[in-house]
Protein backbone atom coordinates (compact mmCIF):
# COMPACT_ATOMS: atom_id res chain seq x y z
CA UNK A 1 0.00 0.00 0.00
CA UNK A 2 0.54 3.47 -0.16
CA UNK A 3 3.58 4.80 2.49
CA UNK A 4 4.92 8.36 4.04
CA UNK A 5 8.05 8.13 5.68
CA UNK A 6 9.55 11.35 7.59
CA UNK A 7 12.35 12.13 10.29
CA UNK A 8 11.26 12.46 13.66
CA UNK A 9 12.76 15.35 14.78
CA UNK A 10 14.83 18.24 13.75
CA UNK A 11 16.19 21.09 16.09
CA UNK A 12 17.34 24.10 14.49
CA UNK A 13 18.57 27.52 16.13
CA UNK A 14 16.76 30.78 15.39
CA UNK A 15 17.96 32.24 12.15
CA UNK A 16 18.89 28.85 10.13
CA UNK A 17 17.37 27.27 7.91
CA UNK A 18 15.39 23.89 8.36
CA UNK A 19 15.04 21.14 5.94
CA UNK A 20 12.10 18.61 6.73
CA UNK A 21 12.75 15.53 4.05
CA UNK A 22 9.80 12.93 3.27
CA UNK A 23 9.32 10.08 1.07
CA UNK A 24 6.63 8.99 -0.33
CA UNK A 25 6.06 4.86 -2.24
CA UNK A 26 3.00 6.02 -4.66
CA UNK A 27 4.54 7.25 -8.14
CA UNK A 28 1.01 8.00 -9.10
CA UNK A 29 0.77 10.86 -6.59
CA UNK A 30 -0.41 14.42 -8.55
CA UNK A 31 -0.56 16.41 -5.59
CA UNK A 32 2.25 16.57 -2.53
CA UNK A 33 1.15 18.56 0.57
CA UNK A 34 2.98 20.26 3.90
CA UNK A 35 0.99 21.19 7.09
CA UNK A 36 1.94 22.53 10.28
CA UNK A 37 0.11 21.34 13.49
CA UNK A 38 1.10 23.55 16.80
CA UNK A 39 0.15 22.43 19.99
CA UNK A 40 -3.32 21.67 20.85
CA UNK A 41 -4.45 22.93 17.56
CA UNK A 42 -5.42 21.48 13.95
CA UNK A 43 -3.56 21.38 11.04
CA UNK A 44 -2.64 24.45 8.60
CA UNK A 45 -2.30 23.39 5.23
CA UNK A 46 1.46 25.36 4.67
CA UNK A 47 1.98 24.57 0.91
CA UNK A 48 1.68 21.84 -1.88
CA UNK A 49 3.26 20.91 -5.15
CA UNK A 50 1.68 19.12 -8.29
CA UNK A 51 3.84 16.72 -9.40
CA UNK A 52 4.60 18.23 -12.73
CA UNK A 53 6.69 20.33 -11.05
CA UNK A 54 10.40 20.64 -9.17
CA UNK A 55 10.14 23.31 -6.79
CA UNK A 56 7.62 25.60 -5.20
CA UNK A 57 8.29 28.85 -3.27
CA UNK A 58 6.40 31.23 -1.11
CA UNK A 59 8.09 33.89 1.03
CA UNK A 60 10.22 31.65 3.37
CA UNK A 61 9.16 28.29 2.70
CA UNK A 62 10.49 25.97 -0.47
CA UNK A 63 9.41 22.67 -1.44
CA UNK A 64 11.14 20.66 -3.84
CA UNK A 65 10.07 17.51 -5.16
CA UNK A 66 12.21 14.79 -7.04
CA UNK A 67 9.64 12.77 -8.80
CA UNK A 68 12.24 10.26 -9.80
CA UNK A 69 13.79 9.67 -5.91
CA UNK A 70 10.11 10.24 -4.78
CA UNK A 71 11.33 12.81 -2.36
CA UNK A 72 10.15 15.41 -0.79
CA UNK A 73 11.21 18.38 0.50
CA UNK A 74 10.17 21.73 2.63
CA UNK A 75 12.92 24.48 3.56
CA UNK A 76 12.26 27.12 6.17
CA UNK A 77 14.50 30.27 5.54
CA UNK A 78 15.24 32.41 8.74
CA UNK A 79 13.68 29.78 10.87
CA UNK A 80 11.75 31.46 14.03
CA UNK A 81 10.44 30.33 17.34
CA UNK A 82 7.13 30.42 15.99
CA UNK A 83 7.84 27.97 13.44
CA UNK A 84 7.91 25.20 16.21
CA UNK A 85 5.47 22.66 15.40
CA UNK A 86 4.84 19.09 13.97
CA UNK A 87 5.34 19.16 10.33
CA UNK A 88 3.24 16.46 8.54
CA UNK A 89 3.84 15.63 5.19
CA UNK A 90 0.86 14.09 3.33
CA UNK A 91 0.10 12.16 -0.13
CA UNK A 92 -3.05 11.40 -1.52
CA UNK A 93 -3.90 7.74 -2.00
CA UNK A 94 -4.19 5.67 -5.17
CA UNK A 95 -8.05 6.12 -5.43
CA UNK A 96 -7.40 9.58 -4.54
CA UNK A 97 -9.75 9.71 -1.71
CA UNK A 98 -8.22 10.58 1.00
CA UNK A 99 -4.56 11.94 2.42
CA UNK A 100 -1.89 9.83 4.01
CA UNK A 101 -0.07 11.10 6.34
CA UNK A 102 3.81 10.67 7.41
CA UNK A 103 4.56 10.25 10.71
CA UNK A 104 5.52 13.98 11.28
CA UNK A 105 8.75 15.62 12.10
CA UNK A 106 8.67 17.93 15.16
CA UNK A 107 10.86 20.87 14.60
CA UNK A 108 12.39 22.36 17.66
CA UNK A 109 13.83 26.15 17.01
CA UNK A 110 15.90 27.36 20.26
CA UNK A 111 16.85 30.87 20.54
CA UNK B 1 -11.80 32.86 3.45
CA UNK B 2 -10.37 29.09 4.21
CA UNK B 3 -11.66 28.49 8.02
CA UNK B 4 -13.24 25.26 8.78
CA UNK B 5 -14.87 25.59 12.23
CA UNK B 6 -15.72 23.14 15.10
CA UNK B 7 -17.68 22.75 18.00
CA UNK B 8 -17.03 22.31 20.78
CA UNK B 9 -13.29 22.53 21.49
CA UNK B 10 -13.38 19.65 24.50
CA UNK B 11 -15.61 17.53 25.28
CA UNK B 12 -15.83 15.19 28.01
CA UNK B 13 -18.38 12.20 28.00
CA UNK B 14 -18.84 8.84 29.99
CA UNK B 15 -19.38 5.84 28.62
CA UNK B 16 -23.35 5.61 28.28
CA UNK B 17 -23.38 9.26 27.13
CA UNK B 18 -24.75 10.07 23.48
CA UNK B 19 -22.87 13.68 22.36
CA UNK B 20 -22.42 15.19 18.93
CA UNK B 21 -19.46 16.70 17.16
CA UNK B 22 -20.35 19.59 14.65
CA UNK B 23 -18.21 20.84 11.41
CA UNK B 24 -19.16 23.89 9.51
CA UNK B 25 -17.72 25.26 6.10
CA UNK B 26 -18.63 28.35 3.91
CA UNK B 27 -16.21 27.71 1.48
CA UNK B 28 -18.34 25.78 -1.20
CA UNK B 29 -16.38 22.82 -0.54
CA UNK B 30 -18.56 19.64 -1.72
CA UNK B 31 -16.15 17.27 0.13
CA UNK B 32 -16.01 16.87 3.75
CA UNK B 33 -14.11 14.29 6.62
CA UNK B 34 -13.46 13.34 9.43
CA UNK B 35 -9.95 12.38 11.19
CA UNK B 36 -8.92 10.85 14.11
CA UNK B 37 -6.07 11.97 15.69
CA UNK B 38 -3.93 9.98 18.67
CA UNK B 39 -1.45 11.96 20.60
CA UNK B 40 2.22 11.98 18.97
CA UNK B 41 0.27 10.37 16.00
CA UNK B 42 -0.74 11.37 12.45
CA UNK B 43 -4.58 11.78 11.44
CA UNK B 44 -6.60 8.68 10.47
CA UNK B 45 -9.41 8.83 7.88
CA UNK B 46 -12.75 7.55 9.43
CA UNK B 47 -15.04 8.86 6.82
CA UNK B 48 -15.67 10.91 3.59
CA UNK B 49 -18.33 12.67 2.36
CA UNK B 50 -19.25 13.98 -1.02
CA UNK B 51 -22.33 15.94 -1.89
CA UNK B 52 -23.54 15.52 1.19
CA UNK B 53 -23.53 11.42 0.57
CA UNK B 54 -20.87 9.40 2.65
CA UNK B 55 -18.50 8.06 0.29
CA UNK B 56 -15.71 6.26 2.65
CA UNK B 57 -16.41 4.46 6.00
CA UNK B 58 -13.08 3.33 7.24
CA UNK B 59 -14.31 0.80 8.83
CA UNK B 60 -15.25 3.07 12.10
CA UNK B 61 -17.30 1.15 14.35
CA UNK B 62 -21.35 1.89 15.00
CA UNK B 63 -20.87 4.01 18.02
CA UNK B 64 -19.74 6.85 15.71
CA UNK B 65 -22.37 7.68 13.40
CA UNK B 66 -21.42 10.70 10.71
CA UNK B 67 -24.13 13.07 8.97
CA UNK B 68 -24.63 15.51 6.45
CA UNK B 69 -27.83 17.35 7.10
CA UNK B 70 -26.39 19.93 4.27
CA UNK B 71 -23.41 21.04 2.06
CA UNK B 72 -21.75 23.20 4.84
CA UNK B 73 -22.30 21.19 7.85
CA UNK B 74 -21.13 17.81 8.78
CA UNK B 75 -22.00 15.59 12.22
CA UNK B 76 -20.41 13.13 14.55
CA UNK B 77 -22.61 11.28 16.46
CA UNK B 78 -21.14 9.44 19.47
CA UNK B 79 -22.76 6.98 21.13
CA UNK B 80 -21.32 4.09 24.09
CA UNK B 81 -17.86 5.18 23.19
CA UNK B 82 -14.68 3.79 24.81
CA UNK B 83 -11.96 5.29 26.77
CA UNK B 84 -9.48 4.39 24.13
CA UNK B 85 -12.13 6.44 21.48
CA UNK B 86 -10.13 9.42 23.50
CA UNK B 87 -8.57 11.60 20.76
CA UNK B 88 -8.57 14.94 18.64
CA UNK B 89 -11.24 14.76 16.00
CA UNK B 90 -10.41 16.81 13.26
CA UNK B 91 -12.71 17.81 10.28
CA UNK B 92 -10.90 18.66 7.01
CA UNK B 93 -13.11 20.11 3.46
CA UNK B 94 -12.10 20.43 -0.03
CA UNK B 95 -13.72 21.49 -3.48
CA UNK B 96 -14.21 17.49 -4.50
CA UNK B 97 -12.33 14.80 -3.52
CA UNK B 98 -9.22 13.46 -5.35
CA UNK B 99 -6.96 16.34 -4.61
CA UNK B 100 -6.49 19.88 -4.46
CA UNK B 101 -6.51 21.92 -1.12
CA UNK B 102 -7.96 20.47 2.06
CA UNK B 103 -8.51 22.58 5.06
CA UNK B 104 -8.80 21.32 8.52
CA UNK B 105 -10.39 22.62 11.37
CA UNK B 106 -9.04 22.91 15.05
CA UNK B 107 -10.64 19.88 16.35
CA UNK B 108 -12.80 18.77 19.29
CA UNK B 109 -10.51 16.93 22.24
CA UNK B 110 -12.84 14.08 23.12
CA UNK B 111 -12.20 12.60 26.58
CA UNK B 112 -14.36 9.37 27.43
CA UNK B 113 -14.35 8.37 31.14
Not at chain 2, 37 to 63: C, D, G, H, T
Amino acid sequence: GEDVEQSLFLSVREGDSSVINCTYTDSSSTYLYWYKQEPGAGLQLLTYIFSNMDMKQDQRLTVLLNKKDKHLSLRIADTQTGDSAIYFCADFNQAGTALIFGKGTTLSVSS
Amino acid sequence: DTEVTQTPKHLVMGMTNKKSLKCEQHMGHRAMYWYKQKAKKPPELMFVYSYEKLSINESVPSRFSPECPNSSLLNLHLHALQPEDSALYLCASSQETGGGEQYFGPGTRLTVT
